[in-house]
């Protein structure tokens, strides 16, 4: 995203972040405030949106019925992708839109989907699973930016997780075919009432320290990402255990360097995916007095 | 313009509204039905005929506003000024704007206007204050004045038929703005005043107010600390001294060292108007010293002043002020209607809008249409029962 900035205004950011009072108050640690907002689409199976300072973006999660993939008759399927809607800003037009939703798509992938054999995915493979090799649940998350003031790989890793936990899976009833040879059967419960939740507490949240002259920021601004040098984005789960890693901008980074900011990238995440929780569980209770 | 968001709890969205409700009935009579989202009706007298503004639409014999925002009535024509509007500029209006080009013989300037500015050549002051024809020599060193990105203050000079618009910035205390930030916030939250330019120095810090939304807070450039303390408020001696003023982007005003200290007092400036802002709340030296100090006397940090909380707390206030004017504003009603009684035989349409700080000096007086000079005299003159 192009953000024009004056010499001056270079300057004073640069200054802010060397004595730890950014421009709008926050020290070089501190997010912002964000609110999440769940099953606000109505078709999908869950949805949930975050407004994180001018940043917004909507996760939603699609379950379909599918095959499992080859080779790995007891997994279901996940895929990821981002969308940078153009009619949201006008700097999303034309090939800026589409190489940055590429760079935010291919970096959730990196963490949320694990290695080519499933393992280590947000979400446990095996409990999308039906009938083995033949029937597991594909799970379509699409990310869409409505506005962005920054940080966006963060924003959309937040309304993932939150997505997934508000993600309702129907009942699937099998009649027949859990033999091997035969075609399996099914009927999909339509009753609202059954359905099942997703195992949602090791899915991780993405916190990028921006690299800002000598220092490095969590949450930067559109303002600071424009003047950033490099840039790493770090998943981390509650376990503390990162999960996917992905360094932007040209700049090469000393592994001092890096190893500090993995470590406070864990320092931060761990409050993050506290006030994450917090903030999807009392967003569902609101959905639920207002039902 | 960029909208931000404030988490809200529950309770605080109920906290929100409750205020929000107490400021509406604070306003009170007409003007709490003032303000009109698209498709509602607006009241009108239609025996006596209307002239239909901008902003609103005839629809079966009703008028209808087409726009989200303030009925305003000046005579028989009757408007709507939209709340979210890009900046109407008006000759000799002050206005912070960004540099977007350099072209031939002139700068383009993004003010928040349907259109770039323009800032010509001949419309700046030269350094050392020569006057003298521009040459082809300075033309090529444009950018050694204002580049690409330059954040600068100036003047509206004239407004074009087709919408165009020219800036100057031949005084001193127009140019490049540096040591500060750029708070954007709607332009119809500033009011245009005597002064745009203030200092405040009980905390060190300027700030100037572009009727564009366009807001600067900076550091007071060292230049112009030495001269007569420059008080908030307007006064003859402020308008002296500020043209003496040197203008910041000299090149020792780029040297200022900022503290940790003076950057906090920035940084909660700054974050006063973005919550005045989101708020909408009238951008003026007082409001935002008032925030300011209400976020130190409830002592959070700069960071809190953008949290749901604070905006909350700050709708409150502002609620509590405007109720205790209440009575007074109640008083202000019942003239209202008294001289519109007795306007209705002349078929005239009369309102008096008085503002009242809490002191009791009148702050604004605004009158549509014919009242005697005597009657509105009474009003601004003291001629009111005072509140208390």
């Known amino acids: ?291 | 313009m960029k909208r931000t968001h404030f988490r809200l709890s529950p309770s605080q969205k109920q906290r929100l509204s409750q205020a929000q409700e107490r400021c509406r009935a604070a306003a009170g009579g007409f003007q709490a039905s003032a303000f009109v989202n698209v498709g509602d009706t607006i009241p009108v007298d239609y025996d006596n005929g209307f002239l239909r503004g901008h902003g609103t639409q005839l629809v079966e014999g009703q008028l209808l506003a087409t726009v989200c925002g303030v009925v305003e009535r000046v005579n028989k024509l009757i408007s709507v000024r939209p709340l979210r509007a890009r900046y109407n500029p008006e000759t000799g209006d002050v206005v912070v704007g960004r540099i977007t080009e350099v072209a031939p013989k002139r700068w383009k300037v993004d003010v928040n206007s349907r259109q770039d500015a323009q800032l010509l050549l001949s419309a700046v002051n030269l350094p050392g204050g020569i006057q003298r024809r521009r040459t082809a020599t300075d033309e090529l060193n444009m950018r050694d004045l204002f580049t690409e990105n330059d954040v600068i203050s100036a003047e509206v000079q004239t407004l074009h038929q087709d919408g165009s618009l020219h800036l100057h910035t031949r005084s001193l205390k127009y140019g490049k703005l540096e040591n500060g930030q750029l708070v954007k916030v709607s332009p119809y939250l500033i009011k245009r005043l005597k002064q745009h330019f203030h200092q405040l120095k009980q905390y060190g810090v300027q700030l100037i107010l572009g009727c564009n939304g366009y807001v600067w807070i900076s550091a007071i450039p060292p230049s112009s600390s030495e001269i007569v303390a420059i008080q908030p408020a307007t006064n003859q001696r402020a308008a002296e001294s500020e043209s003496r003023e040197t203008g910041a982007g000299t090149p020792e005003a780029q040297n200022v060292e900022i503290t940790r200290d003076l950057r906090e007092r920035i940084c909660r400036i700054a974050n006063a108007v973005r919550v005045l802002g989101a708020c909408g709340f009238m951008i003026h030296p007082d409001s935002i010293v008032d925030t300011y100090e209400a976020s130190l006397t409830s002592g959070i940090e700069p960071k809190q002043m953008i949290s749901g909380e604070f905006h909350v707390r700050t709708v409150e206030r502002e609620a509590d002020q405007r109720s205790k004017k209440g009575s007074f504003k109640g008083s202000a009603r019942h003239l209202y209607k008294a001289v519109a009684a007795r306007g209705d035989d002349q078929h005239h349409q009369v309102y008096v809008q008085v503002s009242i700080s809490r002191s009791g000096s009148t702050r604004e007086l605004c009158i549509n249409g014919p009242v005697t000079s005597s009657s509105a005299d009474r009003h601004s003159a003291g001629g009111w029962p005072h509140p208390t």
């Open chain 1, 1 to 291: 995203m192009v953000v024009g900035l004056s010499a001056a205004e270079k300057n004073y950011i640069a200054g802010g972040i060397a004595v730890d009072l950014r421009s709008d108050g926050r020290g070089r640690h501190h997010f912002r405030e964000f609110s999440i907002d769940t099953s606000v689409v109505p078709q999908a199976n869950g949805s949930a949106r975050i407004c994180l300072g001018g940043t917004d973006v909507v996760a939603s999660v699609k379950a379909e019925l599918s095959t499992p993939p080859s080779g790995r008759p007891n997994h279901g399927k996940m895929e990821i992708n981002v969308e940078c809607s153009p009619t949201a800003a006008p700097e999303f037009e034309g090939r800026g839109g589409e190489e940055l939703s590429m760079d935010l798509s291919r970096a959730l992938q990196r963490s949320f989907l694990g290695g080519a054999s499933g393992a280590g995915a947000a979400i446990d493979l095996a409990s999308l699973s039906i009938v083995e090799g033949k029937l597991c649940w594909m799970l379509y998350i699409d990310g869409l930016v409505l506005s962005s003031d920054g940080n966006l790989l963060d924003a959309l890793s937040i309304a993932m997780k939150a997505a997934l936990s508000n993600c309702g899976l129907p009942k699937v009833d099998i009649i027949s075919g859990t033999s091997p040879e035969e075609e399996p059967d099914y009927e999909l419960s339509g009753n609202p009432e059954e359905f099942s939740r997703l195992e949602t507490s090791l899915v991780p949240v993405i916190v990028t320290l921006t690299k800002v002259g000598k220092h490095y920021i969590v949450d930067a601004t559109a303002e600071e990402e424009s003047q950033m040098t490099a840039a790493v984005s770090v998943a981390v789960n509650k376990k503390g255990s990162v999960c996917g890693l992905t360094k932007r901008g040209g700049t090469g980074l000393d592994t001092s360097v890096l190893l500090d900011m993995i470590s406070v990238a864990k320092r931060v995440s761990q409050s993050l995916l506290s006030t994450v929780d917090s903030e999807i569980l009392a967003s569902e209770t609101r959905h639920n007095e207002e039902l």
